[in-house]
């Protein structure tokens, strides 16, 4: 099947009380490992692609990647989508050249700026049949070597849902409920420690995310900062040379409970990286002598399909609905 936008993906994860998962691509390792979990899980699937990610393996490459998978697994339906697009010329770019979805991130503007931006980029994107993502709200972290703090990000106003959606025209709508961007989603200050003495975050404010889907009966939401953060990972990463103290993510219950809601989309990167740092740290680790990347792409790889696989059965819910 050719890349699809995410019209008809959305409509059927809003019916069916599930969400679709959206996972940052940078290199073929990356593509074919939640690709392979997804054929398998006959799971629809957005493969995104940052700014930082086109700037990285170049426009070109990475179209012809996800081309590729999408030829190797016609069976389910995939998307190719730029995250965090930061302008109009670069949403262009990304329409002009294979993706099927875009989103236009002008959620740090003021409200009529964000609606102005927006909506031009959706002009041009439905010409082509592309679908555009939105942002209204901003949430914590680091995106595109863009760092927000916690106490400038701001939760979505469920009063300005209606008038931006209705102005602009735009197709889903990322809001803000507490995730957060990165590995660091939360401070320990921000968090409660459980018994095993591992920081519990906030919770999500799904009382936002249920006023918002009243004012938009039927619209497509989507979550970015949803990467969980495994500890299973931060320790493998730890145990084998690597620092990251105290990372923490969003507990998978309270992502498979938005899935169940209007959230439509879910975005997870950080928990991509980690489980491939992870096992790439540990196989050279344990194999010194080991040099061809061949060998420790190869787990690594594996190591990201049964993550993205855990994913979609057990948090997102699309498994079976390609
Ligand atoms: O939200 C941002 C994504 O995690 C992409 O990260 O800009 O480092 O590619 P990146
Ligand atoms: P994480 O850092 O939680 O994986 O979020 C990724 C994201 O929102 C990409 O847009
Ligand atoms: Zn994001």
Same mark, same amino acid.
């Given at each position: ?9 959305? &409509? ?26 997804? &054929?398998?899980? %006959? ?7 940052? %700014? ?67 909506? !031009? ?7 082509? *049949? ?36 209705? !102005? ?13 961007? *990165? ?24 009382? /936002? ?14 979550? =970015? ?17 690597? !620092? ?21 989309? /879910? ?19 344990? =194999? ?22 855990? %994913? ?7 498994? *079976?609905? &390609?």
């Amino acid at each position: 099947m050719a890349l699809v936008n995410t019209k008809e993906m959305f &409509a059927k994860a809003y019916a069916g009380g599930y969400a679709v998962g959206a996972f940052n691509v940078n290199n073929m390792e990356i593509i074919q490992g939640i690709t392979e979990a997804a &054929a398998e899980a %006959k799971a629809p699937v957005i493969l995104q692609v940052s %700014k930082g990610a086109r700037a990285y393996a170049n426009h070109t490459y990475l179209v012809k990647l996800v081309e590729a998978a999408a030829l190797v697994y016609p069976e389910i339906p995939i998307a190719l989508h730029l995250d965090h697009g930061p302008d109009f010329e670069t949403c262009k770019s990304c329409i002009d050249g294979g993706f099927t979805s875009v989103m236009i991130d002008a959620s740090s503007k003021p409200f009529e700026e964000n609606v102005e931006i927006t909506k !031009k980029v959706v002009d041009y994107a439905h010409k082509y *049949g592309v679908t555009v993502e939105a942002e209204l709200g901003s949430l914590a972290g680091v995106e595109d070597e863009v760092k927000v703090s916690a106490e400038d990000s701001s939760y979505t106003r469920p009063e300005e849902v209606e008038e931006f959606v209705t !102005k602009t025209g735009c197709d889903s709508l990322a809001i803000a409920i507490g995730t957060s961007h *990165g590995a660091y989603k939360f401070t320990a200050e921000q968090c409660t420690r459980n018994e095993k003495g591992i920081l519990v975050p906030p919770p999500l404010r799904f009382d /936002i995310l249920e006023e918002v889907a009243k004012r938009l009966p039927n619209f497509p939401i989507v979550l =970015h900062g949803s990467s969980s953060v495994p500890q299973e990972f931060v320790k493998m990463i730890n145990e084998n040379g690597g !620092k990251l103290p105290d990372a923490v993510g969003i507990p998978e219950e309270q992502l498979r409970k938005a899935a169940e809601l209007a959230v439509c989309k /879910i975005n997870i990167d950080s928990d991509i990286r980690l489980a491939m740092t992870g096992v790439v740290r540990q196989f050279l680790n344990e =194999h010194p002598d080991k040099f061809d990347p061949r060998e420790y792409l190869k787990p690594a790889r594996q190591s990201i399909k049964d993550m993205v696989s855990h %994913k979609i059965y057990d948090v997102l819910g699309c498994n *079976g609905h &390609a």
